[in-house]
Every structure is written in structure tokens, then in C-alpha cells.
């Protein structure tokens, strides 16, 4: 596609549950982000992927949360056990090779996840 | 601890006035970029900036970048009700993770 493309769209969850939310980025970026976003505020950093390097998951919240990226494309965000503290916007962006000087990120439109 | 602080966090201004929003850091970054968000949609990139004392124009918005490379600022002029969101600014260091402020939320009213 022409875009960073996420699905669910929307999901909403019990409490308890598993969820696995997917970004398809776009091809040929290297670089993929997932961040969390709360309702009017900032981006919270989750997981980086770049290339074949390990990724970054220094922001993961709790070990309830993976992330994993088959290929170098497709990612999929897993959050195991969900708790309401959860429920948020989650964004993926791709990027080409890593954040640099020049590197425009691309966002998807996020899934909003609700943990009711 | 946050690393990008911006200010206001919220913003309510009339169409026409002038406005300005400020991101600070006690960290050095590569380079600094700002974003726009609406709501329901992903940020979208407005700006980076890269060079220490950098000012880069795009139509009616000013970006600066400090001679420090730890803060930036964005100014509008004359806003328009078309300006209202989200903006944030996101700091990048070589090999890091894209780091973001917490946002200005700007609405313009007419």
C-alpha cells in the first residue's frame, strides 16, 4: 500500500484478555516504531526496529507487552493480560534506514484499544 | 522523566493572532522535527531541523532550532482555525529511538 497501515482499527477488549494489533509499514522502510498514545497527549516510545539489529524495547511498559517483526516487514504488537490502564491509540511508523538527520517518520492512523 | 518538554501544553487563540511554542531539552539531539496531528489521524511531519541556529520557514510557521541543538520553537503567524492541533516536536539522536514531546493542542477560533 501507500501508507503505513494498521489493523484493528478499533478493538475493544474484556480485561484479562489477549490482543494482537498489526502494522503493515511501508515497503521498503527498514525502520519501524510502535508508540502509545493517551487520549490529547504526547507519544509514548514502546519498541524500534531496525533491520536485522535487536530491537530497542526499553519502552515496553511491563513484560505483558511484545512486539515482534517477521521478515523485516509486517509487525505485530501483543499485549497479554490486558488491564484498562492499557486502553490508549497505539501508533506504528516506518521510516527509511534509522532516525537521522533527514529521516521522515510515517505514521499509520493507530488502533485505539479500550479495555473495558 | 521527560526528556522534551513543550509549552503551553494548551493553546486557544483567535484567527489572526501570533503565536509561539517552545521545546526544551537538557539533551542534544541530531536534530529536532516537528509534527502535526488531527484528531484520529497519525502525526504528520512538518518540519526537521538540523543544523544549531537553523531557521527554516514554511509559509506562515517559523522553525528554530538553538544554537545548542537542545531546543526549538515554532512560530505562526496570523493563525488560521485550519492550524488547530496537535503539535509536537521529537528529538532524534543517531541509532535512537524518536523521542517526543508530550504536544501543544492549538485551537484557532474564527
Known amino acids: 500500500g501507500a501508507g503505513v497501515s494498521q489493523s484493528p482499527s478499533n478493538k475493544v477488549t474484556e480485561k484479562g484478555k489477549d490482543v494482537e494489533l498489526r502494522c503493515d509499514p511501508i515497503?521498503?522502510?527498514?525502520?519501524l516504531y510502535w508508540y502509545r498514545q493517551s487520549l490529547g497527549q504526547g507519544l509514548e516510545f514502546l519498541i524500534y526496529?531496525?533491520?536485522?539489529?535487536?530491537?530497542?524495547k526499553s519502552g515496553l511498559p511491563s513484560d505483558r507487552f511484545s512486539a515482534e517483526r517477521t521478515g523485516g516487514s509486517v509487525s505485530t504488537l501483543t499485549i497479554q493480560r490486558t488491564q484498562q490502564e492499557d486502553s490508549a491509540v497505539y501508533l506504528c511508523?516506518?521510516?527509511?534506514?534509522?532516525?537521522?538527520?533527514?529521516?521522515?517518520?510515517?505514521f499509520g492512523q493507530g488502533t485505539r484499544l479500550t479495555v473495558v | 522523566t521527560q526528556l522534551l518538554e513543550q509549552s503551553p501544553q494548551f493553546l486557544s487563540i483567535q484567527e489572526g493572532e501570533n503565536l509561539t511554542v517552545y521545546c526544551n531539552s537538557s539533551?542534544?539531539?541530531?536534530?529536532l522535527q516537528w509534527y502535526r496531528q488531527e484528531p484520529g489521524e497519525g502525526p504528520v511531519l512538518l518540519v526537521t531541523?538540523?543544523?544549531?541556529?537553523e531557521v527554516k520557514k514554511l509559509k506562515r510557521l517559523t522553525f528554530q532550532f538553538g544554537d545548542a541543538r537542545k531546543d526549538s520553537s515554532l512560530h505562526i503567524t496570523a493563525a488560521q482555525p485550519g492550524d488547530t492541533g496537535l503539535y509536537l516536536c521529537?528529538?532524534?539522536?543517531?541509532?535512537?529511538?524518536?523521542?517526543f514531546g508530550k504536544g501543544t493542542t492549538l485551537s484557532v477560533s474564527s
Open positions: 531541523v538540523v543544523t544549531g541556529g
Open positions: 526496529f531496525q533491520g536485522n539489529s535487536a530491537p530497542d
Open positions: 511508523a516506518s521510516s527509511f534506514l534509522s532516525w537521522g538527520r533527514n529521516t521522515e517518520a510515517f
Open positions: 539533551s542534544v539531539f541530531s536534530s
Open positions: 521529537a528529538g532524534s539522536r543517531a541509532g535512537t529511538a524518536l523521542i
Open positions: 515497503s521498503g522502510h527498514t525502520a
